[in-house]
């Protein structure tokens, strides 16, 4: 009888799948890839064959063009879309179950199964309720493979309704003026406007031009974002007393010239650090991640209860700390080229 | 408490300087005594508490979160006040913020023992902005881009008083400044400084630059090149102050019981000193020893009679703003100027002479009479209108001051350093130097100077890039480059010095010109420069 869990290996560029021959988010090219959701620093293009929810083959498709063939243009891309709550069977004996994430649309968490042993690979998550994509589940397991991006125990996010009335207050107080958000593109900007929405502001809200496209997805698959404009077809007198969503890159940019004296906002965990506002000359920040925060990310451990946790990517000295403070089996892997795109 | 922190958070994501002015004003309107006073102080020079320190909060946080977890987390956040008020665990009651007033008794109360009791039950009334202001309330320095002069600028904005009138009171009150916000917002008599030795704010002047003015309307003064002091005496106390408001007695205690009557008089100190040989009937007045002498006796908190008998100390007075409890700044300078000469023969001449006034028959006889002055205790001219009144600050058309034309000379650039702040991506502090002999017979460069001022940004940009493109050494911040660049840099003179290899230093060196043509053999040598020396 083979050791335990020895089916199943982290390497620095993904976790393999060893007797199926696939891969957990590998972040080079691989024959056979099994992709939790679209950060880029998650879903890559160039896999001969994916497997991913139909919400994340789709983002996939919009981002890398991967519906076709791969980076070299050769070998025919096969995308093999996974229902949550669905299990697909994978050679050698392995058994994949795709159950929500509640990290962004599409998003999930990947149980595997071989030889009796249960592992589960969390991608990112978070605990909060998300109106753009349903709320992660407990999937019980034996070992759990989670992130640590805000593994940190300064991280806590506040409720979201208290970061959207700061918003929508001084979007009040500043009538003449437009409040600038910055947000990734994938997931951030969509929660945000779904939870303007939700706070009672049916305004027409603005969009910078790279946003356009994964807003229409969202609709797409469901998710109602209301009157949605694009600010190169306005004038500033238009955008006036208005909420405006660009990607964080483009805050300080000389775009930005073009709106009606921006007030500029930044939604992201980071954003819990005055020092990492202040370097992004955030005037108004707004802690939003779709990320566990601290509080989120012990719990879930508790609540999973596995035999031994696995942590990712992110601050995982603190959150193996915990462990070790918690007597809870755990380790780090060392994985490369995860970076906080999606923060 | 709650509304001083959320004031903090705003002024910590604002980046308009008009923007924290309005944010401090309306804060100083809408908040009670004493709070705002103890807020007022907190912003402008600090609060001390001596049993709250930074190891204290270290201590404090080591109790209740794992210490590996702690430092992880500092280091992150990069401040020590910031990651305790995020780690603090939250108390399972809602917040009971004390006021600021509060606040300030509680942490005045605490002694080095009891801090480890009490700060934690202030901790826990407050949110994690809360704590965050407390903890820079209490460990002093706020470090939230707000200056003591922003922060008095916004209370006079707040109330619709001037800031001088601000300052001028300001030295002589405490926080929480009672006084001050019964003068300023509800409309009492102003508090009363007549018995005390309190600072008054300065009258500055403008640079001259195209301006000719009318010797009819102005007389001249040289402007002497010393400290600008403020001598006061008030309740038989005399203190001296410098040009900042930072009290200097202790520097100079030889002129703090020569003063036998209540004034308050502004002056040039200047220590004595042979080199220059002027005799005080001379035209430029003499007996002062070079700024050089000056700065052997700045900064020292205790002096030696060694130090008293070789280089003591003067006041070389220019006006006068209060004599024997009488307030004299609304007169015109000419009827300030006779009661001030009129005072010299009460005071002794080892510790005082009157700053002369220079005769020119018209304006161009006065520009001839300072190209002439090569006399190193000499910065320049004044020009005072004879009408004006001594008011604080600097106000057009009253005061001018000319300074000599500067010192030119070729230097080549050495060395550049990384500048601070918005400059800190470019090599933006230059080392120039001169050649210590004949360039085309092997001769070397000699650092003679540093200079991080006198170009434009698109110049700072070129600069910039030139350093990159030619550096033949890196030590950490600072790259040497290949000695290729001509800058012709401007200075107000050039003293010896020790410190430096030439054996010369410069005084406010900047560049004045760069020579992107000039070969860098034609550079001057170090001899050029130090046949500038006046010492
Ligand atoms: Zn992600
Ligand atoms: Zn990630």
């Known amino acids: 009888m083979p050791a335990p869990f020895s089916w199943i290996r ?326 490369v080229g995860y970076e906080d795109e999606d923060d | 408490m709650e509304e001083f922190a959320a004031l903090i958070d705003a002024l910590v994501y604002t980046r308009s300087r008009n923007e924290k002015l309005r944010l401090i004003a309306e804060y100083l309107r809408a908040t009670p005594d004493p709070d705002r006073g103890w807020a007022l102080a907190a912003l402008s020079d600090g609060l001390d508490f001596p049993a709250v320190k930074s190891s204290t909060i270290r201590n404090l946080l080591k109790d209740r979160v794992d210490p590996v977890l702690w430092s992880l987390s500092r280091d992150f956040v990069g401040d020590t006040a910031e990651t305790a008020s995020l780690l603090w665990p939250a108390p399972d009651h809602p917040p009971s913020p004390p006021s600021v007033g509060e606040t300030v008794e509680l942490l005045e109360a605490m002694n080095r023992k009891s801090v480890f009791v009490e700060l934690p039950k202030l901790l826990d009334r407050l949110d994690p902005s809360g704590r965050y202001a407390l903890l820079k309330l209490a460990t002093g320095g706020m470090r939230i881009g707000v200056s003591s002069r922003l922060a008095k600028t916004a209370f006079a904005q707040a109330f619709d008083v001037s800031v001088e009138e601000v300052e001028e009171y300001w030295h002589g009150l405490a926080p929480p400044f009672a006084e001050l916000f019964a003068w300023a917002a509800d409309g009492q008599a102003p508090p009363d400084m007549a018995n005390l030795p309190t600072f008054r704010p300065f009258m500055l002047a403008h640079p001259l630059e195209e301006t000719v003015v009318d010797l009819s309307d102005y007389v001249a003064e040289w402007k002497w090149d010393g400290i600008r002091v403020q001598l006061v005496r008030a309740g038989d106390e005399t203190k001296l102050f410098s040009r900042s408001g930072d009290d200097i007695s202790a520097t100079f205690p030889e002129l703090l019981d020569v003063l036998p009557f209540p004034a308050v008089l502004d002056g040039e100190l200047l220590v004595r000193g042979s080199h220059q040989g002027g005799e005080a009937n001379d035209v430029t007045q003499g007996g002062a020893a070079s700024f050089n002498a000056l700065q052997q006796r700045l900064g020292r908190k205790t002096v030696s009679k060694k130090m008293l008998a070789e280089a003591p100390a003067f006041v070389r007075l220019y006006d006068a703003l209060l004599i024997d409890g009488e307030d004299l700044r609304a007169l015109p300078w000419t009827e300030r100027r006779q009661r001030l000469e009129a005072l010299m023969s009460r005071l002794p001449d080892t510790h005082f002479d009157l700053s002369r006034v220079v005769e020119a028959r018209d304006f161009d006889h006065l520009a001839q009479i300072r190209e002439g002055s090569r006399d190193d205790a000499i910065e320049g001219l004044m020009l005072k209108r004879k009408d004006s009144p001594y008011i604080a600050g600097r106000r057009v058309g009253y005061w001018y001051k000319w300074k000599r034309d500067p010192l030119l000379v070729d230097c080549v650039l050495m060395y550049a350093q990384r500048g601070s702040g918005k400059r800190s991506s470019f090599y933006s502090d230059y080392t120039f130097g001169c050649w210590d002999g004949d360039p085309d017979k092997g001769a070397e460069l000699l650092p003679v100077g540093k200079a991080y001022s006198g170009f434009t940004d698109e110049e700072l940009k070129k600069l910039d890039r030139h350093v990159r493109q030619n550096t033949v050494n890196r030590f950490g911040p600072v790259r040497e480059t290949d000695k290729s660049l001509v800058f012709e840099v401007a200075f107000d003179s050039v003293h010896e010095s020790k410190r430096h290899k030439s054996g010369l230093a410069m005084r406010f060196p900047r560049i004045h010109r760069i020579r992107w043509d000039k070969p860098v053999h034609e550079a001057d040598r170090v001899e050029a420069l130090r046949a500038l020396v006046r010492d």
């Open chain 1, 10 to 335: 982290p390497e620095p560029w993904g976790i393999h799948v060893v007797p199926a021959d696939a891969w957990v988010d590998p972040s080079r090219p691989v024959e056979r890839a099994l992709v939790t959701h679209g950060h880029a620093d998650h879903a890559r293009g160039g896999h001969g064959q994916t497997v991913a929810t139909p919400e994340t083959l789709a983002i996939m498709e919009l981002r890398y063009r991967t519906g076709t063939q791969d980076e070299a243009g050769d070998i025919p891309h096969k995308a093999v879309p996974v229902e949550y709550g669905e299990t697909i069977k994978l050679p050698g004996d392995v058994q994949a179950t795709y159950f929500p994430a509640g990290h962004v649309l599409g998003s999930a968490q990947i149980l595997l199964e071989h030889a009796g042993e249960r592992i589960v690979c969390t991608g990112d998550y978070k605990r909060r309720a998300d109106p753009t994509c349903p709320p992660f589940q407990i999937v019980p397991c034996d070992i759990f493979i989670t992130e640590a991006t805000f593994g940190l125990p300064l991280f806590t996010h506040p409720p979201i309704a208290e970061e959207m009335a700061k918003l929508l207050d001084r979007l009040a107080a500043h009538p003449d003026r437009c409040v600038l958000v910055g947000a990734y593109a994938l997931g951030k900007a969509q929660r945000v406007i779904a939870e303007l929405r939700a706070a009672g502001h049916h305004d027409p809200i603005y969009l910078h031009g790279a946003m356009e496209k994964m807003c229409r997805l969202y609709e797409e698959h469901g998710v109602d974002l209301g009157e949605l404009r694009l600010v190169s077809d306005h004038t500033k007198d238009d955008m006036r007393g208005s909420v405006v969503i660009s990607p964080p890159g483009a805050l300080n940019d000389r775009w930005s010239r073009r709106l009606p004296d921006p007030i500029t906002a930044m939604a992201s965990g980071w954003m819990r650090v005055r020092q990492r506002a202040r370097q992004r000359n955030v005037e108004l920040p707004l802690v939003i991640s779709d990320h566990a925060d601290w509080g989120e990310l012990t719990r879930t451990i508790e609540e999973v209860d596995p035999v031994e946790t696995w942590i990712t990517h992110g601050r995982e000295d603190a959150l193996l700390r915990w462990c070790q403070l918690h007597q809870r089996r755990a380790r780090a892997l060392a994985m």
